[in-house]
Structures are given as C-alpha cells and as structure tokens.
T-cell receptor, first 114, second 113 residues
Framework: DAGVIQSPRHEVTEMGQEVTLRCKPI?????LFWYRQTMMRGLELLIY????????DSGMPEDRFSAKMPNASFSTLKIQPSEPRDSAVYFC????????????FGPGTRLLVL | QKEVEQDPGPLSVPEGAIVSLNCTYS??????FMWYRQYSRKGPELLMY????GNKEDGRFTAQVDKSSKYISLFIRDSQPSDSATYLC?????????????FGAGTRLAVHP
C-alpha cells in the first residue's frame, strides 16, 4: 500500500485566499484524522471521521476551517479565508478501527500564509 | 496544565549512548501509551505501543509505563545517528470508543558520531 497520501506537499498563499488540502487514506481504514502541527502548540487533532461521517470537530479552530469526506478514499480540509496564523504543517492520518489501533500519518502539507 | 508534558529538548548524545525520553500526564483514564518517531519534514510513525502498565522491549527500544506515577519512558540503547529525530509520546483513554490521541510536545534528539 502507498500509505496515506497528501497533496499538495507545500502551499504558499496570501492572506485571504482559500486553501484546500487533500488526503487519501489507506484503503480499508475506517477512521481519518486531520492534525495541525506548530512549534508553539505541537500536534493537535482538528477533526476525525468514521466511515466518512465527521464525529468530533471540537478541535477545528474556527468557522474558517471546514472538512469533508465525500467517500472512503478522499478527504479535504479547507481554510477560507486563510490567515498568517494558519501557517503550520497539516497532517492526515488514518486508522483501521477505533480501538487501540495505531494511526498512520501522511507526509503532511506545509502551509505558509503570507 | 497540559494533559501531557514532555521536555522539548533538544537532547544531544554521542553515538552508543543510552537515551532516556520521558513524559508525564495528568489524566488517570489514559490506558494506551505510544511513542511516535518523526524525522525532519516527515509524518510521525509509530515506534512503540503499550497497553496499561509495564515494560515492552523491541530491539534497542524499551518502553515503560508507570501508571501510579503517571509517567512513561522510552529508552534507546546503543543509540545511532539514524535515531536522530523528534520523539512524541501519545496516549489515549479510548473514551467514547475511539482512539483520540493526546500528544506530547515532542523531544528533539540528536545522536552525533
């Protein structure tokens, strides 16, 4: 398996622009997680999906952030409008089941908002 | 107070040294304890996984969990330059039936030849 795939790997945009991050989880994994990593706050869970349904979005910072999972093999995280404080590395991870299973992380998208 | 505390380092050791990495936590409901390794500009990857208290060994790596003290450790024996990475502890209570991981800040380790 190719592992979790994320695109783009790097994104540079200007404040106010819309940003869309994409993720393809490992085939057969029922759970998908979006994380954000910064030096100041470390690795934070933003939202997670179970069988394409958003279950817990309590980590989404504000209404400018939204996430969708239209099918089992694709998810997006959208920021509109983007702000400089959104600059971070965004990771997608997937897991076979909820219970004690490890999460497999993608390579991340490095976002810089100018 | 953060749920999981981890010294960010950096920690610099010579090749061959024994490395000790630690995390403390406050939530007594945590049952699953993990160590992830993250190389520069890569995603975290699971290194060690332990359920409840006790020790687990895998090659040069040993994970220890002391639930009474709310303290977990990762030991690396005969450290190698290839071990240079950031090590993140993570833990979960499996609350609500899903594995919400709470991560430590990560400790940067540099092993020099």
């Amino acid at each position: 398996d190719a592992g979790v795939i994320q695109s783009p790997r790097h994104e540079v945009t200007e404040m106010g622009q819309e940003v869309t991050l994409r993720c393809k989880p490992i085939s057969g994994h029922d759970y998908l997680f979006w994380y954000r990593q910064t030096m100041m706050r470390g690795l934070e869970l933003l939202i997670y999906f179970n069988n394409n349904v958003p279950i817990d979005d309590s980590g989404m910072p504000e209404d400018r952030f939204s996430a969708k999972m239209p099918n089992a093999s694709f998810s997006t995280l959208k920021i509109q409008p983007s702000e400089p404080r959104d600059s971070a590395v965004y990771f997608c991870a997937s897991s076979p089941r909820a219970a004690e299973e490890t999460q497999y992380f993608g390579p991340g998208t490095r976002l810089l908002v100018l | 107070q953060k749920e999981v505390e981890q010294d960010p380092g950096p920690l610099s050791v010579p090749e061959g040294a024994i490395v000790s990495l630690n995390c403390t936590y406050s939530n007594s409901a945590f049952q699953y304890f993990m160590w992830y390794r993250q190389y520069s500009r890569k995603g975290p990857e699971l290194l060690m996984y332990t359920y409840s208290s006790g020790n687990k060994e895998d090659g040069r790596f040993t994970a220890q969990v002391d639930k009474s003290s709310k303290y977990i450790s990762l030991f690396i024996r005969d450290s190698q330059p290839s071990d240079s990475a950031t090590y993140l502890c993570a833990m979960s209570s499996l609350s609500g039936g899903y594995n919400k991981l709470i991560f430590g800040a990560g400790t940067r380790l540099a092993v020099h030849p």
